[in-house]
């Protein structure tokens, strides 16, 4: 496995490359996939005139809740990259039934080969949740070049207190704060999200995805290990991002 397959797993939290088949199924039910689009919208609301916002990309979109969600409140055009071809439909028939699809652009592909075209927008939505761009000042000094000189950049971070063990993959709360004062980017606000919020979207989405994992001890028995092994390890996630994690959502700028 290199580098990007364990990257793509490590943002879904695998632990089995073989569980990645079973993953569409398993978050048939859920939506938004990491990221609240409310607490975007409010830094966007709060900040920018939304009438200079013209072109949004959302790089690995997952389902395409945040730009459907920003679509709805806004007037611009959207593009949507995620890798997984059944996110992209979901999120493609899902802006036909809210009405949004004449706006967005939902399509199949690796991030890595859009970041750096010629192409820019006047924001870029990115969600850090895995090293797949590098550290957090790489992962920006990236994502800058598909900004427009007046643009802007959402990104949604977990990172770890500095008095708190620090957890594998995530910056503590000093390093996150360096790597973000030394990008090419400053930050205009932020947004700590409600743990609260976090605890109430874990345990409905836990609930929908242990009911799609019973469905697949069910069809696959000879699976049950990974299976099982899965939903541990979710749960075991969703402890660590209600007790270790700050989640946040910043807006920065050039």
């Known amino acids: 496995m290199d580098n990007t397959d364990q990257d793509f797993l490590d943002s879904l939290d695998l632990l089995d490359k073989e569980m990645e088949k079973y993953i569409p199924f398993v978050l048939q039910d859920l ?4 990221s609240i689009p409310e607490y975007i919208y409010q830094l966007i609301d709060n900040n920018i005139d939304t009438k200079k916002i013209k072109k949004i990309m959302d790089f690995g979109c997952g389902k395409g809740a945040v730009l459907s969600y920003l679509a709805k409140r806004m007037e611009f055009q959207g593009f949507g990259i995620d890798i997984v071809p059944e996110f992209i439909e979901f999120a493609n028939r899902h802006s036909i039934e809210n009405s949004v699809n004449d706006r967005l652009n939902f399509s199949i592909g690796d991030i890595l080969e859009y970041i750096g075209r010629n192409e820019k927008y006047d924001m870029v939505i990115y969600g850090y949740d895995s090293g797949l761009l590098g550290d957090v000042y790489n992962t920006i000094s990236q994502l800058q070049n598909s900004i427009s000189d007046s643009g802007y950049l959402i ?10 063990e620090r957890i594998e993959g995530l910056p503590a709360k000093k390093e996150l704060l360096e790597q973000l004062d030394k990008s090419v980017l400053k930050t205009v606000d932020k947004i700590f ?3 609260n919020k976090i605890r109430t979207i874990n345990n409905q989405n836990n609930h929908y995805i242990n009911k799609r994992i019973q469905e697949l001890k069910k069809t696959y028995p000879e699976q049950t290990q990974i299976f099982e092994r899965y939903i541990s390890n979710q749960m ?3 402890k660590l991002i209600e007790n270790e994690m700050i989640c946040s959502t910043w807006l920065m700028s050039k």
Not at 155 to 164: C, M, N, R, Y
Request: a negative charge; proline letters at 0%; hydrophobic letters at 40%.
């Open 236 to 238: 075991d996630e969703c």
């Open 193 to 195: 999200w409600d743990t």
């Open 155 to 164: 990104l949604e971070i977990a990172f770890t207190l500095d008095e708190k």
């Open 31 to 34: 939506w938004e996939l990491g």
